[in-house]
């Protein structure tokens, strides 16, 4: 599941970050596929509405396939909005796999680690030390018990733990565990949105639900696109390992 209705505006442009090029011929979406498809039976992608035409026609021979499916969020209201509102194209299956539009960084041997340790119940989290972390997960015996957001006031603290865009999930209950989580949840202070991030400790202390996590060692897997700098970031990295 790929929530990609987000627009690079901090790029200075409209176009949908998992659409922006970080080489010839070579997007944000090819790179993720690449990472995620030998370890998934199925990508989902939501996108925004003027994105979805431009989306469509990017991936229309994985679309054609039946590998990678799309739908619409009408609104941006959030990425637990995201998820949740495509319920439907997931809720088959045992496990989702959330990945940020933007990962353009993420290895492919992070993807296979972070499945190899998903012990098919709770949540399965990849997380690395930052030296100035956007987003600090906080974990105390074995629990989840805080996430702090930057971009919503919160202060980080320096060496702590991040994530890397990438959320592994149990789907059984989660739909309802997202809906007594989101009847109580403070709307974000800065966003106004009903983040999907505090959710998981919600998940962890509310639900009970254990937490597994994976060492990542490469702060730079943390790096999405949100920035020229960052897209700069990417190509250079792209052109080192050139894949």
Known sequence: MIPAAGRGTRLG???PKIMIEVDDGVTVWDLLLRRLRPWTEHVHVVVSPDGEGPFRDLAAGEIAAGAVSVSVQERPTGMGDAIFGA???WAAYGTILVVWGDQANLSPATVREV???????????????????????????????RVRQSREGDRC???????VGVFCLATEGLREAWERFAAGAAAGAATGEVN??????????????????VPVADPDEARGVNTPEDLEFARRAHRRRGC
Do not use: Q, W
Not at 116 to 132: E, S, Y
Not at 157 to 163: A, E, Y
């Open 157 to 163: 603290r320096p060496g702590g733990l991040s994530d």
């Open 87 to 89: 319920g439907a194209h």
């Open 13 to 15: 442009g409209d176009l």
């Open 115 to 145: 499945l190899a340790a998903h012990p098919g119940k709770g949540l399965t989290l990849p997380l690395v030390p930052m030296a100035d972390p956007y987003v600090e997960y906080e974990l105390a015996g074995g629990e989840l018990v």
């Open 196 to 213: 999907f991030l505090p959710f998981l400790p919600h998940l962890s202390l509310a639900e009970g639900l254990p937490v597994t996590v």
